[in-house]
């Protein structure tokens, strides 16, 4: 076998040189990826459901902590912990809600309570699907938490409802007031 000459090894050298740099780029890309996920309000992740019917968190951003009070290693390891305190009538519209955007791979919503951190707080989870080659279906998305958002909408109920019943008190008080007037004309 002959030995490789100067000018083979140095184009292995620099092969080897540029491999190592894009490498160090990659890495660089995923650390600013992996810092847009962790400063995005919320949580984002990455979640998998098999053709078995088992799902499973790949990925759980920082997040997963101030919306969760857990952090992203205990969520991806048991992933029940995302609707652990969650009433039974969300949990199961989240549920139908996975089914739903798997089989027809159309977007995942679902807008649930969560008492993680004591209080009700409203969280929406939105993530879109695709479908792998071996049948899994794969969801990229983030979960926050909307309870400001939810508590403006309640504060716009009522305040249309006092606003409606005040009508209907303003109506049937023009009503009463109105054969009075007549009456009263008629008396000067």
């Given at each position: 076998m002959q030995q490789p000459t100067y000018?083979?090894?140095?184009?292995e050298n620099e092969r080897l040189v540029q491999?190592?740099?894009?490498?160090?780029?990659r890495v660089t890309q995923l650390e600013?990826?992996?810092?847009i996920a962790d400063n995005v309000p919320g949580m984002v992740y990455r979640y998998e459901l098999t053709v078995a019917g088992i799902g499973q968190f790949i990925y759980v951003s920082q997040g997963s902590h101030d919306l969760l009070n857990h952090p992203p290693e205990e969520v991806i390891h048991n992933p029940a912990l995302i609707?652990?305190?969650t009433p039974r009538e969300d949990q199961e519209r989240f549920q139908q809600a996975v089914l739903d955007s798997?089989?027809?791979?159309?977007?995942?919503?679902?807008?649930g309570i969560n008492y993680s951190l004591g209080p009700e707080r409203w969280m929406r989870a939105v993530s879109r699907p695709f479908r792998q080659d071996?049948?899994?279906?794969?969801?990229?998305g983030v979960m926050f938490d909307i309870s400001a958002n939810k508590r403006a909408e309640d504060a716009e109920r009522r305040a249309a409802a006092q606003e409606a019943?005040?009508?209907?008190q303003t109506a049937l008080l023009v009503e009463l007031s109105t054969p009075l007037i007549p009456l009263a004309e008629a008396c000067w």
């Open positions: 000018e083979e090894l140095q184009q491999q190592v740099r894009d490498l160090e780029a600013v990826l992996e810092q609707l652990a305190n798997a089989l027809n791979l159309s977007l995942f919503q679902w807008d071996d049948g899994r279906t794969i969801w990229d019943l005040i009508d209907q």
